[in-house]
């Protein structure tokens, strides 16, 4: 190598080390925002328990409420399917990812499924502006559709 042939072996090294740097800028970019996407996909599993805690374990199991403590309990159904709706709302604007739907999906169908969720499901339908479109959707279509495809 002579020393003419310098200044080209420089602006090849440079060229290297840049795209280097902006792969290495790219995946840091990727990363991040999955460990931002896992952040908040977290915060609503986490408010999911919260709500949990407040109903009756009896609820949980799949049992029904009694008629007199059912309205103690209202509140809490309420920001359930708050945050089922939101959920849904969330996968039709492509804000979750595949696999954190299935299983939000799979679990809202569950809860869905047990006999005080079904009876305080039936009392926010007595509501004909309840607000919760994006659900009474999920439910009506049967759980089968992907609201990314809405």
Request: aromatic share 12%; with cysteine; glycine share 6%.
């Amino acid at each position: 190598m002579e020393l003419k042939d310098l200044p080209g072996w420089i602006s090849a090294i440079a060229a290297v080390v840049s795209v280097v740097g902006i792969l290495l800028a790219y995946s840091q970019l990727r990363l991040s925002r999955k460990v931002a996407q896992l952040h908040f996909e977290d915060g609503l599993s986490r408010e999911f328990r919260e709500i949990a805690a407040k109903l009756p374990k009896v609820a949980l199991m799949g049992g029904s409420i009694p008629d007199n403590e059912r309205d103690q309990y209202f509140d809490e159904f309420f920001r359930y399917f708050d945050l089922c709706n939101e959920q849904t709302f969330l996968r039709m604007k492509s804000r979750v990812c595949t696999a954190t739907w299935n299983n939000w999906r799979s679990g809202i169908r569950a809860m869905l499924g047990r006999t005080a969720f079904k009876d305080a499901w039936q009392v926010v339908l007595g509501y004909p502006r309840h607000g919760f479109d994006e659900l009474a959707r999920l439910i009506t279509e049967d759980f089968q559709s992907d609201p990314l495809s809405w």
